[in-house]
C-alpha cells in the first residue's frame, strides 16, 4: 500500500513536500527570540517594579500597553519590507539574522534602571526602552514568522513545521516560568536578608540574551526560504504597504482565523497577571520566595503537559482536520480555566500543577493549530491575488492581534487594582482574593467561547486546500 492508497485524512506528505528535520529544528528556534524577546519583559516587570521597586501596576500595564501598540506598527513595516526584499540570503533571513543579534544584545538593557527613583522616572524608562527595543523585535520576528507559511506547500507537513516549533517551544517558556525564582536566589540577597530582584533579573537577563544571538545565528545557517528560491525571486512583483492592512483584511478565511486568534488572546491576555498574583497572595498567603518557587514547578507541570498536547491535538488534526483539532482544543481550554477556582488551593497547593498543565495542554495544541493554519490562508490568498504575501499576513496578523492583546494587557493592572489588591500587604483582603480567583477564570472563558464561534465560520478543510493546490500548481507550477 502506498500513500495514495490510504483514506484522505491519513494520506502521509509527498516526499518532495517534506522538509529535513534540520530546517524544522533550525525555524523552531526562532521561538527562543519570540518567547524572551516578547514575553520576558513583561513576566518579570511586575516581579522587578512593582514587588521589588514599588511602581504603581497601573502605570506597568500601561507600558505594557503602549509597548504592544508600537510592535503592532513596527510589525506592519517590518512584513512589508521582507515582503519586498530580494538578496542572495534570501527575504527573510538576513532579518531574522540582524534583528535576533540586537535583539539578544539589548534584552538585558530593559532593567538597567538604579534604584530609588521615583514612579515617573521608572515610567520614561520603560516607556524609552520600548520605543527602541520593540522595532528591533520585529525586525527579527516578521521575517521569522512569515518563514513558518512558506517552508512547505503540504496540508499536514505544515502541521509537523508547527509541532516541532512548539516542542522547541517548550524549553524558552520553562526558562521564563523560572525567571522569577532566579531573580530571589540566595545570592542576590540584599545585607538585609532579602532578594534583589532587581540584581537577578539584569543577570538573567543577560545569560538568556547571549543564548538568543547564538540562535540568530544558526537559524540563518539552518533554514532555507522555498517559495522565494522557486517563486517569489523569479516572478513576483512590488507589494505596496497598503496592502499589508486593507488587502489583507479582505480575505475571508483570515479574518475568521484573526478573529479566533484575537478572542483568545485578548481573554487570557487580561488575567496574565492574576494567575501569579493568585499564588503569592492566596496560594502561599504572601511568601513571594515560596511563590516564585511554586511557579517555577508550574513551569515544569506546563512543559510536560505541553508536550502530551502537541501530540494529542496534531494527532486529531492528521485524522479529522485542523478545524476539528482547534475546536477541541478550545472547548477543553473552556474546561481547564473553570478548573481554576478549584485548582488554586492553599490547603493544596500542588493542585496548581494541574492549573498550569492543563492550560498548557490547550494552548500547545491552539497555537501549533493556529500557526499551521496561516500557510493554507496564504494559499487562499494566492489564489485570489496571484501573489505569496506571507509577510503581510504575519504584520496584519500582528498589528490586529496585538491591538487587541495591548488592550487586554493594558487592562491587566488595572483589573489587579480592581480586585483591591495592595503591594504593602503580605495578607490581602479576603474581598481582593475573591475577585482574583473569580476573574482568573471567568474573564478567559468569555473569550474562548468567542473564539469557537469564530472558528465554525472557517471554512479551508483539508479537501479544500487539495483543490486550492492543484489549481495554483496548474498555474505556476510546483515548489
Known amino acids: 500500500?502506498?500513500?495514495?492508497?490510504?483514506?484522505?485524512?491519513?494520506?502521509?506528505?509527498?516526499?518532495?513536500?517534506?522538509?529535513?528535520?534540520?530546517?524544522?529544528?533550525?525555524?523552531?528556534?526562532?521561538?527562543?527570540?519570540?518567547?524572551?524577546?516578547?514575553?520576558?519583559?513583561?513576566s518579570l516587570a511586575y516581579q522587578v517594579f512593582n514587588i521589588f521597586l514599588g511602581v504603581?501596576?497601573?502605570?506597568?500595564?500601561?507600558?505594557?500597553?503602549?509597548?504592544?501598540f508600537i510592535d503592532a506598527g513596527s510589525d506592519a513595516?517590518?512584513?512589508?519590507?521582507?515582503?519586498?526584499?530580494?538578496?542572495?540570503?534570501?527575504?527573510?533571513?538576513?532579518?531574522?539574522?540582524?534583528?535576533?543579534?540586537?535583539?539578544?544584545?539589548?534584552?538585558?538593557l530593559m532593567f538597567a534602571v538604579g534604584r530609588g527613583w521615583s514612579n515617573g522616572e521608572y515610567f520614561v524608562f520603560m516607556l524609552l526602552s520600548m520605543v527602541i527595543y520593540v522595532p528591533i523585535m520585529s525586525c527579527f520576528n516578521m521575517p521569522w514568522s512569515s518563514l513558518g507559511a512558506e517552508m512547505t506547500p503540504d496540508y499536514h507537513e505544515r502541521t509537523s513545521v508547527m509541532a516541532v516549533r512548539a516542542i522547541i517551544q517548550k524549553g524558552p517558556e520553562l526558562a521564563m516560568f523560572g525567571a522569577a525564582q532566579f531573580t530571589t536566589l540566595a545570592i542576590f540577597n540584599q545585607a538585609n536578608g532579602k532578594p534583589d530582584i532587581l540584581r537577578g533579573a539584569q543577570t538573567y537577563c543577560a545569560i538568556l540574551g547571549a543564548i538568543m544571538v547564538a540562535v540568530s545565528i544558526a537559524i540563518f545557517l539552518l533554514v532555507r526560504e522555498r517559495y522565494y528560491e522557486k517563486l517569489v525571486a523569479r516572478t513576483q512583483t512590488h507589494i505596496p504597504l497598503a496592502d499589508t492592512l486593507?488587502?489583507?483584511?479582505?480575505?475571508?478565511?483570515?479574518?475568521?482565523?484573526?478573529?479566533?486568534?484575537?478572542?483568545?488572546?485578548?481573554?487570557?491576555?487580561?488575567?496574565?497577571?492574576?494567575?501569579?498574583?493568585?499564588?503569592?497572595?492566596?496560594?502561599?498567603?504572601?511568601?513571594?520566595?515560596?511563590?516564585?518557587?511554586?511557579?517555577?514547578?508550574?513551569?515544569?507541570?506546563?512543559?510536560?503537559?505541553?508536550?502530551?498536547?502537541?501530540?494529542?491535538?496534531?494527532?486529531?488534526?492528521?485524522h479529522k482536520g485542523k478545524r476539528a483539532g482547534l475546536a477541541c482544543a478550545l472547548s477543553l481550554a473552556i474546561c481547564a480555566f473553570i478548573g481554576d477556582w478549584w485548582l488554586y488551593d492553599p490547603a493544596r497547593p500542588?493542585?496548581?500543577?494541574?492549573?498550569?498543565?492543563?492550560?498548557a495542554f490547550t494552548g500547545a495544541g491552539f497555537w501549533t493549530l493556529y500557526g499551521s493554519t496561516m500557510g493554507d490562508v496564504v494559499d487562499y490568498d494566492e489564489l485570489q491575488t496571484g501573489q505569496r504575501r506571507e509577510g503581510s499576513f504575519a504584520a496584519c496578523q500582528s498589528?490586529?492581534?496585538?491591538?487587541?492583546?495591548?488592550?487586554?494587557?493594558?487592562?491587566?493592572?488595572?483589573?489587579?487594582?480592581?480586585?483591591?489588591?495592595?503591594?504593602?500587604l503580605d495578607v490581602q483582603d479576603p474581598h481582593a482574593i475573591f475577585m482574583m480567583r473569580i476573574l482568573l477564570s471567568g474573564i478567559p472563558v468569555a473569550g474562548l467561547v468567542l473564539a469557537l464561534v469564530s472558528l465554525l465560520r472557517f471554512q479551508l478543510t483539508e479537501a479544500r486546500m487539495l483543490e486550492i493546490r492543484g489549481q495554483l500548481e496548474a498555474t505556476r507550477g510546483q515548489v
Open 56 to 68: 504603581a501596576p497601573g502605570l506597568i500595564s500601561t507600558v505594557q500597553m503602549v509597548k504592544i
Open 350 to 359: 500542588y493542585l496548581q500543577l494541574l492549573a498550569c498543565g492543563f492550560v
Open 1 to 42: 500500500m502506498n500513500a495514495s492508497d490510504l483514506p484522505l485524512t491519513q494520506a502521509l506528505p509527498p516526499v518532495a513536500d517534506r522538509l529535513p528535520m534540520r530546517q524544522k529544528i533550525g525555524f523552531g528556534l526562532g521561538s527562543i527570540l519570540d518567547m524572551w524577546g516578547h514575553w520576558l519583559y513583561p
Open 77 to 108: 513595516v517590518f512584513g512589508w519590507i521582507s515582503d519586498n526584499t530580494r538578496t542572495r540570503y534570501g527575504r527573510r533571513r538576513p532579518f531574522i539574522l540582524v534583528g535576533g543579534v540586537l535583539a539578544g544584545i539589548g534584552l538585558p
Open 246 to 318: 486593507w488587502r489583507t483584511l479582505r480575505c475571508k478565511p483570515f479574518r475568521h482565523v484573526l478573529g479566533m486568534m484575537l478572542a483568545y488572546g485578548t481573554g487570557t491576555a487580561m488575567v496574565s497577571t492574576l494567575g501569579y498574583y493568585a499564588t503569592i497572595y492566596y496560594v502561599c498567603r504572601g511568601d513571594v520566595v515560596q511563590g516564585a518557587a511554586w511557579n517555577t514547578a508550574m513551569g515544569i507541570s506546563g512543559f510536560a503537559f505541553g508536550f502530551a498536547g502537541i501530540a494529542f491535538f496534531t494527532r486529531i488534526a492528521r
Open 399 to 424: 498589528w490586529i492581534s496585538k491591538l487587541g492583546i495591548a488592550l487586554g494587557t493594558g487592562a491587566s493592572g488595572w483589573i489587579l487594582q480592581f480586585t483591591g489588591f495592595d503591594s504593602k
